[in-house]
């Protein structure tokens, strides 16, 4: 027997609780830290800055990991707020990482969006289309 769905029910699901982590620089005592830092940069919605074992220092936006058995096998994938193109790093290159730049996921935004979406649809408007604010 199929289950029919009312998909009015279906729009709104729990959220989950957001971690904050603007201006957090996690300690990178081991490969562990190390591989849970570059996750949470990966999930993060700003710019981190990334410190090489070379000294050198790069902001970026992390788009993708790839996540090997061993540090030099690992990479993200970062746009660099200085350059136009894609650029990938080794896992074993990150000396350092600051989660610099602002979070666009932080903060109120989705349950606002959300409780603006509600009222329009229960004011009975029709093709709702909520457009995201700027960023900056």
Do not use: C
């Not at 993708?64 to 074993?92: H, M």
């Not at 600051?98 to 029709?126: S, V």
């Amino acid at each position: 027997m199929t289950q029919v769905v009312n998909p009015d029910e279906l729009e709104v699901v729990d959220g989950f609780a957001h971690e904050n982590l603007e201006g957090w620089v996690p300690e990178l005592a081991s490969e562990e830290d190390l591989r849970v830092a570059l996750e949470k940069a990966f999930d993060y919605r700003g710019d981190i800055t990334l410190t090489m074992k070379d000294g050198a220092r790069t902001e970026a936006y992390v788009y993708n990991r790839i996540s090997g058995k061993s540090l030099a096998d690992s990479y993200v994938q970062y746009f660099a707020s200085n350059a136009p193109d894609k650029r990938k790093v080794s896992y074993a290159e990150i000396a350092r990482i600051e989660f610099t730049g602002k979070d666009r996921a932080a903060g109120k935004h989705w349950e606002a969006w959300l409780t603006k979406y509600a009222e329009r649809k229960a004011a009975g408007e029709k093709n709702i289309a909520l457009v995201p604010e700027a960023l900056d």
